[in-house]
């Protein structure tokens, strides 16, 4: 755990918390309006530590794709990606519901809170997907 010498949680532990609740929050810069992720204390833009948790709109977009091969023994094949964030930010994930070679670069993905191996993580599954069962 680092100290930033901002008051209350830090933004990992604000992240971790949406999670908790089933939130995908990105950080928003007060200062320069740029949107921020994965969390940080200072503004990589303007440097401005005036960062507040936003819930992310979920849309994204896949920026690259590729699948990581797993022993048959330990599992199954899973995809990795990079996605573009409507919001701008781009972050390394799993899309998911979908064969992983299928994936395709500029693909529309929608975020939701998944787990993996006990931990909630930001996953993403095809935009065409998520209305059926998401009915929010
Ligand atoms: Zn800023």
Do not use: W
Not at 17 to 35: K, M
Not at 96 to 112: H, K, L, M, Q, S
């Amino acid at each position: 755990m680092t100290s930033s010498g901002v008051r209350g949680p830090g933004p990992d532990a604000v992240f971790a918390a949406g999670l908790e609740d089933g939130e995908f929050r990105i950080q928003r810069c007060g200062s320069c309006g740029a949107h921020i992720h994965y969390p940080r204390a200072l503004c990589p833009e303007c440097g401005s530590a005036d960062l507040a948790a936003v819930r992310a709109s979920g849309r994204g977009t896949v920026y690259a794709t590729s699948v990581v091969r797993v022993r048959p023994e330990h599992g199954e094949n899973y995809n990795i990606a990079l996605v573009d964030l409507a919001e701008g930010p781009r972050m390394m994930t799993r899309v998911v519901d979908i064969a992983p070679e299928d994936v395709r670069i500029g693909d529309a993905v929608t975020a939701f809170v998944g787990e993996i191996e006990g931990d909630k993580v930001v996953l993403f599954r095809p935009a065409a997907a998520a209305s059926a069962g998401d009915a929010r």
